[in-house]
């Protein structure tokens, strides 16, 4: 039985995170305002927790749950088990990191009236965005 380790991150928004988490391959994202249990890989109930979970049945069949655990700061605490973290290494969270700082990017400018008009993604995973806001 693998134990969960956490790892700093620097995401802060659920929403912007479940949107992240799709974009990387899990669309059936738990949001809880409460932490709620997190399960290994036998169904077993584990004592970490979190507030945004992907449960191990949309990840692998070996695998445990991945969850997020909301922290007094602000920011999330990715909880993953020593197995999983193969799978969720550094340049995994790193990628998650980035499609989290672009949904939280085209949101804020959406919500500020920009639209996005043109979008581009360089072979480096830069993204190129080209917005207009008409008055």
């Not at 979970?53 to 020593?82: C, K, M, P, T, W």
């Amino acid at each position: 039985m693998s134990h969960f380790t956490t790892m700093t991150t620097q995401l802060t928004d659920p929403d912007a995170l479940r949107a992240a988490l799709a974009d990387v391959g899990y669309g059936e994202v738990e949001l809880h305002d409460s932490p709620q249990p997190l399960y290994g890989y036998q169904g077993d109930v584990r004592s970490d927790r979190a507030h945004v979970i992907v449960r191990r049945a949309h990840i692998g069949r070996a695998s445990n749950d991945l969850g997020f655990l909301h922290q007094e700061d602000g920011h999330y605490r990715a909880v993953i088990s020593e197995y999983d973290r193969r799978k969720h290494d550094d340049s995994w969270l790193a990628r998650l990191t980035a499609r989290h700082a672009y949904h939280l990017t085209t949101d804020t400018l959406a919500a500020q009236g920009f639209t996005l008009t043109e979008e581009t993604t360089e072979r480096d995973g830069t993204v190129r965005m080209v917005l207009r806001r008409f008055q």
